[in-house]
T-cell receptor, first 114, second 112 residues
Framework: DTEVTQTPKHLVMGMTNKKSLKCEQH?????MYWYKQKAKKPPELMFV???????INESVPSRFSPECPNSSLLNLHLHALQPEDSALYLC?????????????FGNGTRLTVT | DQQVKQNSPSLSVQEGRISILNCDYT??????FLWYKKYPAEGPTFLIS?????DKNEDGRFTVFLNKSAKHLSLHIVPSQPGDSAVYFC???????????FGGGTRLMVKP
């Protein structure tokens, strides 16, 4: 079992829909991440939150909007997506701060945009 | 420019033998290296890491070797088991940073 929980596991949405992906961790980690992974490709970083503040945005289109309500929760709000946004969206967390520490990933949300 | 490369897209090994997965990097600032395993429909699972101050780190059946002069790291799995069949990603970061750069992955198949 992963210690990073993502919901929903699967999501199908139309291009005019608004939906949200949710992520939760209870490891006391202070850094949280959103990654996107397409088939047969490595994960690509989208956003990093450090101590609940957005620290990195990898030039992600504004139709993706992250939110970190508290140190345990991370959301990704989706609006007006395109079919090419269909992918596995992975949440991860790590200790944060000045330590080298591994990222721990959730099992992802498989998103299909129709 | 791909800063972390896994040049073998796939590897097939007999059960009980050694699996060796390789990874090369170009950015000399990288100082922390990790290996992840990924099964289909799951997120990557952290396996083992190594800091640039070391050249070897071992955890059970998994050993990671780092050759800084060659900018090369490898993951050894001994003995290989059918349950090890998965895609393996190497990743790197620097300055305790939050950005992991991933290699393209190697699919390992361990045959019974």
């Amino acid at each position: 079992d992963t210690e990073v929980t993502q919901t929903p596991k699967h999501l199908v949405m139309g291009m005019t829909n608004k939906k949200s992906l949710k992520c939760e961790q209870h490891m006391g980690h202070r850094a949280m991440y959103w990654y996107k992974q397409k088939a047969k490709k490595p994960p690509e970083l989208m956003f990093v939150y450090s101590y609940e503040k957005l620290s990195i945005n990898e030039s992600v289109p504004s139709r993706f909007s992250p939110e970190c309500p508290n140190s345990s929760l991370l959301n990704l709000h989706l609006h007006a997506l395109q079919p090419e946004d269909s992918a596995l969206y992975l949440c991860a967390s790590s200790r944060g701060g000045t330590y080298n520490s591994p990222l721990h990933f959730g099992n992802g949300t498989r998103l299909t945009v129709t | 420019d791909q800063q972390v490369k896994q040049n073998s897209p796939s590897l097939s090994v007999q059960e009980g033998r050694i699996s060796i997965l390789n990874c090369d990097y170009t950015n000399s600032m990288f100082d922390y290296f990790l290996w992840y395993k990924k099964y289909p429909a799951e997120g990557p699972t952290f396996l083992i890491s190594i800091s640039s101050i070391k050249d070897k780190n071992e955890d059970g059946r998994f050993t990671v070797f780092l050759n800084k002069s060659a900018k090369h790291l490898s993951l050894h799995i001994v003995p290989s088991q059918p349950g090890d069949s998965a895609v393996y990603f190497c990743a790197a970061s620097y300055n305790a940073g939050n950005m992991l750069t991933f290699g393209g992955g190697t699919r390992l198949m361990v045959k019974p």
